[in-house]
């Protein structure tokens, strides 16, 4: 499957596909179904009827069963609907849809990405996505160079051409950049007490299907799983929370959060592993209860990439954001703590980790 071209507007986003020779012969809905792979089948036949997917050159409605042919042009339009709405008790979100740019030159833009913003297009959320904004803002392709989950916030890099995008993958594949997140965490049994520690728990997703979503840690020494590591720094412990930054050195799916729940720290808001995985699939259904929402606390996991170190056009740079705003308010609201003193104890531990020889 080939992308032709994408055309983005404030509330319609059209792709159009190319028909590959191994395709030929396929059913539009069983195509549709390997880029719309979070839809459902019922969605994608929904889309079918409602003309929403056409193919060039062949007029009127089409139908799932319709047969596709090599070269065949298929177009997908996504019009901005309530399936990208968040909700939390009920209530329709306002959300951030403007990143606040940290650096930016001819090649680059470092932005503090807001919560429930996706780096680029997929699935069901097209629209407020970091590349999408910065392609509707210059009209041309913005690269994302690498990723952040949709719920966290925080540094994310993007590229304005080809050639840097290039230039800084290759960093991020060779490990030369190193993160530091700041998490919220609810303390259970297994946490000691710790102010500094190092997880090693190896990582895996050893479910199929929808609860591939669900990543397993297992001990160090285990033969399950992949290696992972994350240096944890407490920063400040509040009756059941602590405030923390998380530094990973290796990225695996979920690193921190799975690593904070090893050590009794899950996240507060993680519907996954402070919750479980029943408790994600009815916030996903919006059928969570008093007592879910009681439990997360806040609408998203708090973790937010608070910086960033990497080698960019000859020389060490750090780019560092603040302490989000859903995230003050919740401290501000929990704690006695003053902000501007957490942000300097948050500036001088990212500055101890970054001086580490190893």
Avoid at 186 to 209: C, H, L, V, W
Avoid at 288 to 296: K, Q, R, T
């Amino acid at each position: 499957m080939s992308i032709l071209s994408k055309a983005y507007r404030a509330d319609m986003f059209e792709v159009r596909h190319l028909v590959d020779e191994e395709h030929h012969g396929a059913r539009l809905d069983q195509f549709l179904q390997i880029y719309l792979d979070s839809f459902s089948r019922e969605t994608v036949k929904r889309k079918i009827k409602e003309g929403e997917i056409t193919i060039v050159g062949r007029p009127g409605t089409h139908k799932p069963s319709t047969i596709l042919h090599h070269k065949d042009e298929v177009v997908i339009r996504f019009f901005k609907t309530k399936y990208e709405d968040e909700y939390w008790r009920g209530e329709k979100l306002e959300l951030q849809t403007v990143p606040e740019i940290v650096f930016e030159d001819d090649d680059l833009i470092v932005i503090s990405k807001p919560a429930f913003m996706s780096t680029h297009p997929a699935g069901r959320h097209v629209f407020n996505c970091a590349t999408v904004y910065f392609e509707m803002k210059y009209e041309h392709t913005i690269h994302s160079l690498h990723r952040i989950d949709r719920e966290t916030s925080g540094i994310l890099m993007l590229g304005k051409n080809p050639k840097m995008a290039n230039e800084m993958m290759v960093r991020f594949e060779q490990d030369d950049v190193k993160k530091c997140y700041l998490f919220i965490a609810k303390i259970q049994p297994g946490y000691d007490g710790q102010t500094e520690f190092i997880a090693n728990e190896r990582m895996a997703s050893p479910d199929a299907g929808l609860k591939r979503v669900v990543v397993e840690y297992y001990p160090e020494n285990s033969t399950l799983g992949k290696h992972a590591r994350t240096f944890f720094y407490i920063l400040e412990k509040v009756g059941d929370y602590v405030i923390g930054i998380a530094c990973p050195q290796t990225g695996r799916q979920h690193q921190i959060r799975v690593h904070a729940l090893a050590h009794g720290l899950p996240l507060i808001g993680d519907k996954l592993y402070l919750g479980s995985y029943p408790m994600f699939q009815r916030f996903k259904d919006q059928l969570a209860s008093e007592e879910d929402y009681n439990l997360m606390e806040i609408p998203r996991h708090a973790l937010h990439a608070i910086a960033l170190k990497i080698p960019y056009k000859n020389e060490e740079k750090i780019f560092v954001t603040h302490i989000p705003q859903d995230l003050k308010e919740w401290i501000l609201e929990k704690t006695s703590l003053k902000i501007d003193d957490l942000e300097k104890k948050i500036r001088a531990t990212i500055l101890k980790y970054y001086s580490r020889e190893d």
